[in-house]
């Protein structure tokens, strides 16, 4: 029990001495280069092609840079659903979604299982995915046809909870996604 104590005591330590300035530029060079190596092309053209794109996010925060999505795919034309962070919810939407939509999936950490029982009901009908996560295997990203990923910062920001988790690259990736699409709208 000390070692576990100790142990938490001293990631709770590593975590408030975190730089979060250099964490921040590391994140944000993460998802700029990772999403400099993928093959966007593929994604573009799903996006063009989709009738309807659903987002779906696990968590407040995700939510927030869903609806975010929602605002910047809107203004490029296309036609976003920006679902609650409520499986039942994802349940409904898929009975809905043609194999032409898309489907994005926002997760922390990739293995919800409800989550994964959901996404093989898309993946079984043919539906595109597409998913946001961290770097780090994960369930979800193998499940779906698309990935773009990022970094997070952990900050101890109050006395009330030992870290807050920062999805700086998460934003960076949605700003990103949407001004490639936009370009890639008017080079086809």
Same mark, same amino acid.
């Given at each position: 029990?000390?070692?576990?104590? $100790?142990?938490?005591? *001293?990631?709770? @330590?590593?975590?408030t001495?975190?730089?979060?300035?250099?964490?921040?530029?590391?994140?944000?060079?993460?998802?700029?280069?990772?999403?400099?190596?993928? /093959?966007?092309?593929?994604?573009?053209?799903s &996006?063009?092609?989709?009738?309807?794109?659903y987002?779906?996010?696990t968590?407040?925060?995700?939510?927030?840079?869903?609806?975010q999505?929602?605002?910047?795919?809107f203004?490029?034309?296309?036609?976003?659903?920006?679902?609650?962070?409520?499986?039942?919810?994802?349940?409904?939407?898929?009975?809905?979604?043609?194999?032409?939509?898309?489907?994005?999936?926002? *997760?922390?950490?990739?293995n919800?299982?409800? &989550?994964? /029982?959901?996404?093989?009901h898309?993946?079984? $009908?043919?539906?595109?995915?597409?998913?946001?996560?961290?770097?780090?295997?994960?369930?979800?990203?193998?499940?779906? /046809?698309y990935?773009?990923?990022?970094?997070?910062? @952990?900050?101890?920001? *109050?006395?009330?909870? !030992?870290? @807050?988790?920062?999805?700086?690259?998460l934003?960076?990736? !949605?700003?990103?996604?949407?001004?490639?699409?936009?370009?890639? &709208?008017? !080079?086809?």
């Amino acid at each position: 029990m000390k070692f576990v104590l $100790r142990e938490e005591q *001293s990631t709770v @330590e590593a975590a408030t001495e975190t730089n979060y300035l250099e964490a921040t530029t590391q994140a944000v060079t993460n998802a700029t280069q990772q999403f400099q190596s993928v /093959k966007m092309n593929g994604i573009y053209e799903s &996006l063009d092609k989709a009738d309807d794109i659903y987002i779906y996010s696990t968590g407040w925060e995700q939510e927030i840079i869903s609806e975010q999505l929602q605002r910047n795919f809107f203004l490029a034309g296309k036609k976003v659903y920006s679902l609650p962070a409520a499986v039942d919810e994802l349940e409904m939407a898929l009975q809905r979604m043609k194999p032409d939509d898309l489907l994005m999936v926002i *997760s922390y950490s990739g293995n919800n299982k409800q &989550l994964l /029982k959901s996404m093989r009901h898309a993946v079984v $009908r043919g539906i595109s995915t597409l998913s946001f996560t961290p770097f780090k295997q994960n369930a979800l990203a193998e499940m779906c /046809k698309y990935n773009l990923y990022y970094s997070v910062v @952990e900050k101890k920001v *109050s006395d009330i909870k !030992n870290v @807050e988790i920062f999805f700086t690259g998460l934003y960076v990736l !949605n700003d990103l996604l949407v001004m490639g699409y936009s370009d890639y &709208l008017k !080079n086809k």
